[in-house]
């Protein structure tokens, strides 16, 4: 007998974690382990605070969680970084066919319908429909339907009308198109704010009159307080796997399918529509390949072709923000950070493109070392001193951040980023005064390096599959113990209006004039 895989099901989370971590560590508590937590509808909210200690690893996620993507502006820029939102949060992508070590197939597309060419990054499109439908079916010589399907969207017509207290803010006939497509076992939406569960149905026609049951679930939000039901568990054999005969059962509450199946099974790609060019693979099952299954390939990763004149750092290219300049150099310049932790966080960026500081030519790195001074001169000013720190990682213009702290906290500093480097198991080295960087990490290797304001130099080497906290060195100096500042850890929470960017970098260009290396 085939095991089965023992899932969670998650409404909207809209920044609960702790509500909803808490209660799947008590499920499993009582009723033993699981495989993955799936999550439908805004997992993200409008305060995301609970979701910072999960995120610097100090809380634990339970079990693996899996998460649709955003469904609005407001949450589309935490989705940006990586795949891996946090440890054991993954951002399982756009659209994409995740099947188990087990076998189990679970279809997901993220966001909310838009067939315009000015759609949004939170919303898809026709043509993300048709190429999940055709990573489902194609190679599969007798199709059986998936095990799940994932939208964060209602399906039209799957609620009868006396049974809605008010209209549905998020159907889409696109999503019913879908589901008379793939043939789930199980259906899971959120977004409505309510829970609601369609007796069973088949999605059958007349070219699959053998098809599975399939579930429709609805799921509430995380904690709400009409205590709707917003977490569901199911044990399932992967369809490819069950009997026939188990297929086939009839179920005592099975309802007419509440689709037009004749209608929507024969739908065919519109005239318009051009084959995707290869694109980049990240998640699972090859979520990006082309339609073409000749060329499906698992976890088969695209080049990345990098576009100099699309860098937002170098300076000649027509996407660098020149109003956050603070001073040019001969060989690098001194800008303002976007989103910075405070007033005076700067970046330290070569003028031509170079991917790290170990890449440099010597007259960069010179001047870098200029500007070093030049800055913790400006900062003594206020009685602050500067931190330092490169990361060689997920980036591809080199950028020396700098940051003022007070000077009195800088006591314990080393001991801070010590501490926190062994709790996200970082192996901080010291870099000897005789040594420099190239010396120690080779020229094409990731890395993240550190000076301390008591010129105190470290290096972590980063490699393996686990990678690195890309916010390590800014989630330090924001700590308590030395700014204070746990709110302002995402840059993208701190941007300012160009308008104030642009007067704050006015007044601190004439502050800085006394001590630019270029006077």
Known sequence: ????????????????????????????????????????????????????????????VPVTTYILGPNNEDTTAMFQEDSEICPNVYYIGKRGLYVT?????????SGTY???????????????ALFLRDVCIKGSDNFRGVDILLTSQWPTNIIPNDKLKAPLMYPADIVSWL?????????????????????????????????????????????????????????LTPIDKMKMSDILLKTTDETDCPYDVAELSNTVIPQNQK????????????????????????????????????CWFCLASSNVEKHLIVTVGSETYVALAKGGIVDEHFLICPIQHHQSSIHLPDDALDEI????????????????VPVFFERNYKTSHMQLQCIPIPAAAQQELEDIFQEEAECQDIKLNKLEPTSRLNQV??????????????????????DGPKGFPINFGRDVVAMGPILNKLDRIEWKDCVLAKEDEEMLVKRIRTDFEPYDIND
């Open 1 to 60: 007998m085939e095991e089965k895989i023992k899932i969670l099901l998650c409404g909207d989370v809209e920044g609960k974690f702790n509500s909803l971590f808490n209660r799947v560590e008590s499920i499993v508590k009582k009723t033993g382990n699981f495989d993955l937590v799936l999550c439908v509808g805004n997992f993200f909210g409008v305060n995301n605070k609970e979701f910072e200690p999960y995120k610097r690893g100090v809380k634990k």
């Open 101 to 109: 070590t087990n076998g189990l197939k679970i279809a997901y597309i």
């Open 114 to 128: 838009n067939n315009e060419k000015s759609r949004k990054d939170y919303q898809y499109s026709f043509e993300d």
């Open 179 to 235: 589901a008379v497509q793939l043939k789930p076992r199980y259906h899971v939406s959120g977004l409505e704010g309510i829970h609601f569960e369609r007796p069973p149905y088949r999605i059958t026609s007349a070219d699959t009159p053998i098809q599975a049951v399939t579930r429709f679930i609805a799921l509430a939000r995380v904690a709400n307080p009409q205590k709707e039901k917003w977490i569901y568990a199911v044990n």
């Open 275 to 310: 084959k995707r060019s290869n694109e980049t693979s990240q998640f699972f099952y090859d979520m990006n390949a082309p339609s073409d299954d000749k060329h499906h390939k698992k976890n088969k990763r695209a080049k990345v072709e990098f576009d100099q004149n699309k």
């Open 369 to 384: 070392e200029q500007f070093k001074e030049a800055v913790t001169q400006f900062y003594a000013r206020n009685d602050n």
């Open 441 to 462: 990490v080779e020229g094409n290797k990731p890395y993240f390096f550190l000076q301390l304001p008591n010129g105190n130099k470290f290096y972590a080497r980063i």
